[in-house]
Nanobody
Framework: QVQLVESGGGLVQAGGSLRLSCAASGGTFNIYTMGWFRQAPGKEREFVAGISRSGGSTYYADSLKGRFTISRDNAKNAVYLQMNSLKPEDTAVYYC??????????????????WGQGTQVTVSS
């Protein structure tokens, strides 16, 4: 069992940047594939980015590649999402998630075992 807590969300103008953090506790962090997801009002939760257990592999939603960067620091039990060139359509609640089954990075929300409470990101025009 692992607990996840996101932080770093807030209000930012279009074109600005935010860095989200996810702190993990209660588990062996380096056995989890980690992912970031987001959910806007009235829409389904969608995949943003994923990172392998060691941090050696990353994967991004096509529409976000080049603007967002996922990273992890296993010594600190943390995963990060650097978001640059933010757009109003990036406004959503962002969630950190952990997956313990399998080694591949996956994009399906159902394949992740643990979730944080979410942090709100609002991008103004």
């Amino acid at each position: 069992q692992v607990q996840l807590v996101e932080s770093g969300g807030g209000l930012v103008q279009a074109g600005g940047s935010l860095r989200l953090s996810c702190a993990a506790s209660g588990g062996t962090f380096n056995i989890y594939t980690m992912g970031w997801f987001r959910q806007a009002p009235g829409k389904e939760r969608e995949f943003v980015a994923g990172i392998s257990r060691s941090g050696g592999s990353t994967y991004y939603a096509d529409s976000l590649k080049g603007r967002f960067t996922i990273s992890r620091d296993n010594a600190k039990n943390a995963v990060y999402l650097q978001m640059n060139s933010l757009k109003p359509e990036d406004t959503a609640v962002y969630y950190c998630a952990a997956r313990s089954s399998g080694v591949a990075i996956v994009t399906d929300t159902l394949r992740y075992d643990y979730w944080g409470q979410g942090t709100q990101v609002t991008v103004s025009s």
